[in-house]
Nanobody, 117 residues
Framework: QVQLVESGGGLVQAGGSLRLSCAAS????????MGWYRQAPGKQRELVAT???????NYADSVKGRFTISRDNAKNTVYLQMNSLKPEDAAVYYC???????????WGQGTQVTVSS
């Protein structure tokens, strides 16, 4: 099993930047596709970005060109660099891990991102 702990959320003005981090422990990090999801009040949780252990990435259309997902397999950490933030990016951001060979997955506890206009 893998445990995930997010950090880096906070309050930022529109147009600003934040970097989220997610530290993984308890299992071999490279066995997991890592991702970031977000959930705004009254809305469903949605995919933001994913990254494979080889560095292949996928982004939601709403964040392409503004957000960058990366991972450091040596540090068991995945990052989400968020630039040009918009008020509609405000949400609780969750780190997600999906094991590559089966359906096992794990979620972090979430970190709040607030964007003021």
């Amino acid at each position: 099993q893998v445990q995930l702990v997010e950090s880096g959320g906070g309050l930022v003005q529109a147009g600003g930047s934040l970097r989220l981090s997610c530290a993984a422990s308890g299992s071999i990090f490279s066995n997991y596709v890592m991702g970031w999801y977000r959930q705004a009040p009254g809305k469903q949780r949605e995919l933001v970005a994913t990254i494979t252990s080889y560095g292949s990435t996928n982004y939601a259309d709403s964040v392409k060109g503004r957000f960058t997902i990366s991972r450091d397999n040596a540090k068991n950490t995945v990052y989400l660099q968020m630039n040009s933030l918009k008020p509609e990016d405000a949400a609780v951001y969750y780190c997600h891990a999906r094991r590559t060979w089966d359906t096992y997955e794990s979620w972090g506890q979430g970190t709040q991102v607030t964007v003021s206009s």
